[in-house]
């Protein structure tokens, strides 16, 4: 009984070793493992990284975020939707073919309940399937940013999900976990030779893959665990037992740097930090002022001249930030040097501002604040405390973690709150439609404007590009001179790696492995 | 004997019973799970329809009695965060947790009674100085701290341990183990240290103390007056007697280790069910803070109850009054 043990220990033991020494093996970790295997049931930026590996899109973005063809090689639209040409000669990791049914069942099994991306596609109200090769997706109403949409929709085949009963993704009501959750079968790069969740997860090269020679990657080998002390993270980094860490903490950077063997890449952010002011409602609930100062636009200019935005930078985020004066980043449809300006810092005028509107002496307002959602969280909204109290607004900060920070702003609870807004889509409507528009999900600031509610709609449907780009344009206008959010600035994110090892780094912080040259 | 253990076992029950209820209501104040489940395009009708699902807007005794009511028919539900059955991921972590608590307990064991017998007999030597006051630093230093210092000197410096992780893990279809490869040796290395010193600290002080109480007794001195060895009667007089104690201190410590081992598992990304449970806590997963509370508090009463029977057996003083 024991021998045979050892005999499978050292045979394990081998099998480990040896391809490591033949092959490219990449070893890298992040702090939070992929939720599921299940592409549709997690909406969730390290389990699409981690799918996007093994499964693909119809359309997918490079590493400069540009829309690139994967499963479909081209679209077009129509009046009435989007017709996709299919890639042909495509093999799932199971040997089955690649075809136009298994899309239609793949964005059914997107659309229905238990999905997380039922949201993302809700503009598709019908497909169809013209030939093996070609799909149409009927739109209700137009769509122009339908490919957009779609990078983080993966395809899975429709045999092998009838043959392991997993057509609908997992439901928190079962009792019992659906195959999906722990196995993969895409058309992906890599195939998952075992998963071991929050342990480890190994992937090999696909060689039957399409696009095999056609990227500079050379990575045979994928060896990914989570680590989620970030002291730790850095420890295995440090001590070669990782090639790369994707979130190494911003304390931690020069420390890598200044490490014979190790480097630090660093790329602005596809996401924007900023304050909300509840606006909407006729008194604030944690302020002493008689009704609600933020009703008045001069007071909510005053709350943007207040903050030093350049000094949180330096003195917070060591210098990893871009401040801004919109909340939206750079990369994003409608981010132009003359909607996001140089910011601007006057205690003076801020002060002034405050006088005019009858708050000479200031007022009062909690400030609700995530703890371990974003870089430096905390210490930002303590330096703006400070900063406010110079004009002479008084701040209570109420620091705690997101599961308790974000239900206070989706309940409309919160009268000043942080918020950090990514956009998947790289198109400015999405940032209207939940932020700005008076019915966003995410609009705890109660914004309401009438025109820009319009052409939030009108965006949404405006198929021609000029036309749209002027209306997001004028979109923006508007809400830079309503001031309904104190933007702060737009993250940078940083990865650390081993010399050995070239990533092209991206703005949505997702690792893409056939881009990954190991020497 | 079997009426002693019924009144034990059904104070048990009612043990378990206060800690679940307990463990339960403090729930509320962890935050709300249905941000972290859906994408942050879920609209408010979505997030209020899986609330209503999961039923978290009941009264938290309603959440309570159905937990209860789920949990005597063996369902402890879906984890929110990972999507998979609670009981299976318990059982899957558990064998990492015990590894780790039995390495951790047989070196905190074997150098606490070493170290203890020798600064008890040598009391006076540098040696034992040295011993007791790096001893102090066991107790004092926060377990975080003393597994960060671990991995930097060894880890990241030395380059002679693994800073995380388990190393190879065979798995004997009904458990995973570590203990039979290197790699796995190597990897619990450190953790296991970690999370032995502070009860390494405490054994050592405990036979420490005792011995030198038992060196004053008077049956010592009649065994010194009989002209016995120092080897006998070191550790065949004395050592036997200290050992009462320290038995039952280790028996609660164990529990202890396990429960404990939460911080210990975080820092070394050990895969056990502390390192699961700091997980929950982050996402607010509801039903396996739940589950793993229950566990802990069962584990607690079964040693407890072990420990009671133990007495029970060894000393005839409680068996009359009982």
Redesign the interface.
């Known amino acids: 009984m024991l021998l045979r ?2 005999v ?2 050292s045979s ?2 081998l099998i ?1 070793a040896g391809p490591a020494l033949a092959e490219n093996t990449l070893r890298w970790t992040s702090q939070g493992d992929a ?2 295997l ?1 592409p549709h ?4 930026a390290p389990t699409i990284a981690m799918n996007g590996q093994m499964y693909e899109s119809l359309v997918t973005r490079d590493a400069d975020l540009l829309l690139q063809p994967e499963l479909a090689e081209s679209w077009t639209p129509g009046p009435d939707g989007w017709t996709f040409n299919l890639r042909k000669g495509v093999k799932f990791h199971d040997g089955s073919d690649f075809t136009a049914e298994d899309v239609a069942f793949s964005f059914e099994r997107a659309s229905h309940e238990a999905s ?2 039922k ?2 596609i809700k503009s598709i109200a019908s497909i169809e399937i013209i030939d093996d090769y070609t799909i149409k997706f009927t739109t209700d109403g137009e769509n122009p940013i339908l490919p957009n949409q779609l990078t983080s929709l993966y395809i899975m085949d429709k045999g092998w999900s009838e043959a392991n009963n997993v057509v609908v993704p ?1 439901d ?6 659906n195959y999906a ?1 722990r196995n993969a079968n895409g058309t992906g790069p890599f195939i998952l030779e075992s998963r ?5 997860t190994v992937l090999t090269r696909n060689p039957d893959w399409w696009g095999n020679g056609m990227f500079p990657g050379n990575v045979d080998r994928i060896e990914y ?5 970030a ?2 993270r850095v ?2 980094l ?4 990782v090639d790369f860490v994707l979130d190494p903490p911003l304390q931690d950077l020069k420390r890598i740097e200044a490490t014979d063997g190790l480097s630090v890449k660093t790329a602005a952010q596809i996401r924007s930090i900023f304050f909300g002011m509840d606006q909407g409602v006729d008194k604030l609930r944690t302020s002493d002022a008689e009704n609600n100062p933020f009703k008045d636009s001069r007071v909510r200019e005053a709350m943007n001249l207040a903050i030093d935005r350049d000094a949180i930078k330096r003195v917070v985020m060591e210098d990893l930030a871009f401040p801004t004066s919109m909340i939206t980043s750079p990369g994003v449809l409608g981010n132009t040097p003359e909607n996001d300006p140089p910011v601007t810092h006057d205690v003076a005028k801020a002060k002034e501002l405050l006088a005019e509107a009858g708050y000479p002496e200031g007022f009062t307002v909690r400030l609700d604040c995530p703890n ?1 959602r974003y870089n430096n969280d905390e210490k930002i909204c303590q330096a703006a405390v400070s900063m406010y109290a110079k004009v002479g607004v008084t701040v209570n900060l109420d620091a ?5 920070h ?2 206070k702003i ?1 309940k409309r609870e919160s009268d000043f709150y942080m918020l950090g ?2 956009v998947p889509t790289l198109d400015s409507h999405y940032v209207f439609s ?1 932020l700005l528009d008076s019915s966003g ?2 609009n705890a600031a109660g914004y309401n404007n009438a025109r820009v509610d319009e052409l939030t709609a009108a965006m949404a449907t405006e198929l021609d590009l000029e036309k749209r780009t002027s209306m997001i344009d004028e979109a923006w206008t508007l809400v830079q001179a309503d001031m309904p959010y104190v933007p702060i600035h737009h993250q940078v994110l940083a990865w650390g790696l081993a010399s050995t090892v070239d990533i092209p780094i991206a703005a949505d912080d997702a690792f893409r492995p056939r881009f990954a040259v190991m020497n | 004997m079997v009426s002693f253990i019924l009144k034990r076992l059904a104070q048990s029950l009612l043990v378990m019973a206060i800690v679940s209820a307990v463990s339960f209501s403090l729930f509320n104040f962890v935050g709300d799970p249905v941000n972290n489940m859906v994408g942050q395009d879920a609209t408010r009708e979505q997030r209020v329809e899986i609330r209503q699902q999961l039923g978290l807007d009941d009264p938290i005794l309603t959440q309570y009695v159905r937990f209860i009511g789920n949990m005597t028919k063996g369902e402890f539900g879906l984890s929110y965060r990972i999507k998979r059955p609670v009981d299976d991921l318990i059982l899957e972590r558990l064998p990492a947790t015990i590894e780790l608590v039995f390495v951790s307990a047989i070196i905190s064991l074997f150098f606490g009674i070493v170290l203890g017998i020798y600064t008890g007999i040598k009391r006076n030597s540098w040696v034992s100085r040295v011993i007791l006051s790096t001893s102090l630093a066991g107790v004092s230093l926060p377990t975080f701290v003393i597994g960060i210092g671990l991995i930097y000197v060894f880890a990241v410096h030395l380059r002679w341990l693994p800073s995380s992780g388990r190393g190879g893990t065979i798995d004997l279809g009904w458990w995973k183990t570590s203990l039979l490869t290197v790699d796995g040796w190597r990897a619990i290395i450190l953790p296991s240290i970690t999370l032995s010193l502070f009860q390494l600290t405490l054994i050592l002080r405990l036979v420490r103390a005792e011995m030198l109480e038992v060196m004053r007794t008077d049956f010592i001195k009649f065994a010194r007056a009989r002209g016995l060895s120092e080897k006998a009667i070191n550790f065949r007089h004395a050592l036997r007697n200290t050992l009462v104690p320290v038995i039952t201190i280790i028996g609660l410590n164990i529990g202890g280790l396990i429960a404990f081992s939460v911080v210990t598992e975080t820092v070394f990304q050990w895969p056990g069910t502390g390192l699961m449970f700091i997980q929950a806590v982050g996402f607010v997963d509801v039903p396996i803070m739940a589950a793993y509370l229950v566990f802990v508090a069962l584990l607690f009463v079964i040693i407890n109850l072990v420990v009671d029977i133990l007495y029970f057996v060894i000393d005839p003083r409680i068996r009359l009054g009982g």
């Open positions: 043990h050892l499978t220990a394990l033991a480990v939720l599921t299940d049931s997690q909406n969730e997380d991306y949201e993302q997992q928190y009501k079962a009792q019992e976990e959750v071991a969740p929050d342990e480890q665990r989570p680590i989620s002390n002291a730790t420890a295995a440090l001590s070669g037992e371990d705690l973690p997101k599961s308790q974000f239900p989706q807004w990514g939940y999900s995410w």
